[in-house]
Every structure is written in structure tokens, then in C-alpha cells.
């Protein structure tokens, strides 16, 4: 393929290029480019929110290029501070490995594995000296890092900024440095620390790297970036009923985004949805249902994605019961209602189990249930419903 071919496909939805000049003069130089992602394991979990950079990612491997994953095993112990207010918690060592491990086992979903490079940087900056760290530090400015929109906000309204949050930017630069990337991806909440790259890599002699950055998305609640923190993400492990379910309750207006970034839809089908849309000439929830088969069936198959749909339709449009739901087996006697919640893991506590009764989430037998302090007898079969998607059939001992 031409290398003006490949620079229009790589620079597709792409939000910042730096610059475009440069990956075109590394395309026609390289035959094959080294093209960096770091991901610090803070979560046990990837969500659509990773998958955004990640199919980025699969379009350099599928023209031929080389993808480094870092998994940031060191750099997860002191937080990355790029959108936070305040200073991120460290983790500890086991917490890091263990959700690294599930990272690379997910990513693959997505990525190539005989075409990706699997490093740790814990290889290389858990090796450095102090001396080592100081003379990378001698190499940025206070002033530079103060131009970064989070920390200069935190300066001016007096809040805390560690020394640690200015020293992870450039051992991410670092990561650059080591790997002797071409490219490097992110989100666009990224962008600071892949131009700081950029710099530390010129700094040491390095050609400076192409900066790319991907858009991120809106959670299911469409307003805040998906998130674990703010319990609006979609897992690549959810289950497909739940993937199909989730996707179809995220707003009207995301629609397009999602398609456009999250599936192989062609952009002549996608341009023809969004004019249906516009011109309100289809219910969005057509489209919708388009959106979440297509996502779903690359994580679970068309399979997977068809039952889920059926589901889907059985439950919210023809109003009936789940085709399977899972027994829970319990004694003839008052149980509850809180600590059953919490026995069934829906609720990760009793304040958040109470939470969900009290905003009206919890029913029995389509029977909304809203005292916090009530109590359920099994004396026959009962259907527990809490939110919109999971269902259990109570049943007595």
C-alpha cells in the first residue's frame, strides 16, 4: 500500500497528529514502524474506553507494523496524574501484577499477538539510580510541567501537587526512550505526556516520536469518560447480555460516536445512519440495536450476540421473564432484603444496597420495593429484579 494510503486510514478519527509531516517521512523511510501504547494496570478490567486506541492500534498492525505494549507495572505504583484533581493513590505490587496479567489476556481480543511486543517498564526504570532520575529530571521544566491543564489549575487554586506526579510524565517518557518508539497512541487526556516524550527522546538523542491521540468516549450515562470509577463502562469480560444491554442504554447521541469508533461499520453506512438519525426518519433505537450486535458479536460472536438480542427483545419490549435466570436457593424464613443484595454481590455493600432499594431499582415479582428495611419470605417461587438487567428466581429450601 502507498504510504498516502496508510497516512489516511492511520489519521482516520485520529484527534491530535504530531505531526503529520513526520509519520508521513517515518512511513516512507520504514518499512515497519515501532508504534507504542502504555497502559498502567490500575483496574483488573478493559472497557470500550481502551478498545478506542486499541483498534487504532490493530489498523498499524494490519499495515504492517510493529506494536509495543507496555504494561506500566512501575509507573501504576505512582499514578498517573493526567485528569485528577487530586493525587492518585499508589498501588501495591500485587495489585499491579495481578491486574496486568488481565490486561495483556484481554488486549489480545483486539491486538494481533504475533505482532505485538509485550514489555514491562518496571525492566528499565526500577533499574535507574538517583543520579538517574535527577539527570532525566534535569531535562524538563517546571514551567513546562506547570503548562499541563491539570496541574496548572491545581497550582492556581493552592491544591497539592507530589513530586511524584511531575516525575510520572517523564518516566513515561522514559518508556519512549527505552523502546525506541516511532509512535506512540493514547487518549487525548494523554496528550501532555506524549509530547513530553517526544522532547526526553530528542533530549537523549532520539528521533522524536509521532504523537497520536484517539478521542475518548462518554460512559453510559453519556456524560462523564467511560470509567470503573464512575460505573459507566462496558467491560470486554461482560457477558453478551450485558454488553448488548448496556450499549443499548447509552444515549441517543452517542450513537454515531460508538459506531464510528467502535466497530468496522463503513463510514458510507455510517454517514447514511446519522442522516436516518438527523432527519428523524428511523427510531434511534434501530440504529442502536445495529450498534450493540456489531460490538457484541466481536467480543462474543454473532452467536453470543443474537441470543443476547433476542433476550434483549423478550424482556424490554415484550415485557417478559429472561429465558434462564439463576436459582437462589433459601431457607422458608424472613431474609433481608439488604443483606441479600449484598450475599448476591449486586450490591457491593449494605449503604449500596439500600441505595438501590430506596431509588426504586429492586422488585419482586415486578413489585417495586422502596423500604430499606424489608424483609422477603420464599413460601413459593419469586423473581428478584434489581436494575435493569439482572434477574434471579428466589426459591425455597
Given at each position: 500500500m502507498q504510504v498516502e494510503q496508510q497516512l489516511e486510514i492511520l489519521k482516520k478519527n485520529a484527534v491530535d497528529l504530531v505531526s503529520e509531516e513526520d509519520l508521513l517521512n517515518k512511513l516512507t523511510r520504514k518499512k515497519q514502524l515501532r508504534v507504542k501504547l502504555?497502559?498502567?494496570?490500575?483496574?483488573?478490567?478493559?472497557?470500550?474506553?481502551?478498545?478506542?486506541?486499541?483498534?487504532?492500534?490493530?489498523?498499524?498492525?494490519?499495515?504492517?507494523h510493529k506494536v509495543i505494549l507496555i504494561i506500566g507495572d512501575f509507573t501504576a505504583q505512582i499514578g498517573d496524574p493526567s485528569g485528577r484533581d487530586v493525587t492518585r493513590q499508589m498501588?501495591?505490587?500485587s495489585e499491579v501484577r495481578q491486574n496486568a496479567k488481565t490486561y495483556q489476556e484481554q488486549a489480545f481480543r483486539i491486538l494481533d499477538k504475533e505482532k505485538t511486543e509485550v514489555r514491562f517498564n518496571s525492566e528499565w526504570l526500577s533499574k535507574m539510580s538517583f543520579a538517574d532520575v535527577i539527570k532525566l529530571a534535569?531535562?524538563?521544566?517546571?514551567?513546562?510541567?506547570?503548562?499541563?491543564?491539570?496541574?496548572?489549575?491545581?497550582?492556581?487554586?493552592n491544591l497539592p501537587i507530589s513530586i511524584s506526579e511531575f516525575l510520572?510524565?517523564?518516566?513515561?517518557?522514559?518508556?519512549?526512550?527505552?523502546?525506541?518508539?516511532?509512535?506512540?497512541?493514547?487518549?487525548?487526556?494523554?496528550?501532555?505526556?506524549?509530547?513530553v516524550g517526544r522532547k526526553i527522546q530528542e533530549e537523549m538523542g532520539q528521533e522524536p516520536q509521532v504523537v497520536l491521540t484517539m478521542p475518548i468516549i462518554e460512559g453510559t450515562d453519556g456524560k462523564m469518560k467511560m470509567s470503573?470509577?464512575?460505573?459507566?463502562?462496558?467491560?470486554?469480560?461482560?457477558?453478551?447480555?450485558?454488553?448488548?444491554?448496556?450499549?443499548?442504554s447509552i444515549p441517543d447521541e452517542l450513537i454515531i460516536k460508538y459506531i464510528r469508533l467502535l466497530t468496522q461499520i463503513p463510514e458510507?453506512?455510517?454517514?447514511?445512519?446519522?442522516?436516518?438519525?438527523?432527519?428523524?426518519?428511523?427510531n434511534p433505537r434501530d440504529i442502536k440495536m445495529k450498534l450493540a450486535f456489531a460490538i457484541t458479536s466481536f467480543f462474543h460472536g454473532e452467536e453470543g450476540a443474537a441470543k443476547a438480542e433476542n433476550e434483549?427483545?423478550?424482556?424490554?419490549?415484550q415485557k417478559e421473564l429472561p429465558t434462564q435466570m439463576p436459582a437462589i436457593e433459601l431457607d422458608n424464613s424472613e431474609v433481608e432484603l439488604v443483606e441479600l443484595l449484598v450475599t448476591l454481590q449486586i450490591a457491593s455493600s449494605r449503604s449500596e444496597a439500600r441505595r438501590l432499594i430506596s431509588q426504586g431499582a429492586v422488585k419482586?415479582?415486578?413489585?417495586?420495593?422502596t423500604d430499606i428495611h424489608a424483609k422477603i419470605f420464599v413460601d413459593r417461587e419469586k423473581v428478584l429484579r434489581v436494575g435493569k438487567r439482572n434477574f434471579f428466581r428466589l426459591v425455597g429450601r
Open positions: 502504555g497502559v498502567d494496570p490500575t483496574r483488573p478490567d478493559l472497557h470500550l474506553g481502551h478498545a478506542v486506541v486499541l483498534f487504532k492500534l490493530r489498523q498499524f498492525q494490519d499495515l504492517g498501588l501495591s505490587e534535569s531535562k524538563y521544566t517546571v514551567a513546562r510541567m506547570l503548562e499541563r491543564d491539570d496541574f496548572s489549575k491545581r497550582y492556581s487554586s510520572y510524565p517523564l518516566a513515561q517518557a522514559y518508556d519512549s526512550v527505552a523502546v525506541q518508539a516511532d509512535v506512540e497512541l493514547g487518549g487525548t487526556d494523554q496528550y501532555f505526556n506524549l509530547l470503573k470509577s464512575y460505573e459507566n463502562y462496558i467491560a470486554f469480560n461482560d457477558t453478551p447480555f450485558d454488553m448488548y444491554g448496556k450499549l443499548m458510507q453506512k455510517i454517514n447514511e445512519y446519522e442522516s436516518l438519525i438527523q432527519s428523524k426518519s428511523v434483549f427483545i423478550k424482556i424490554f419490549r419482586i415479582d415486578d413489585e417495586k420495593i
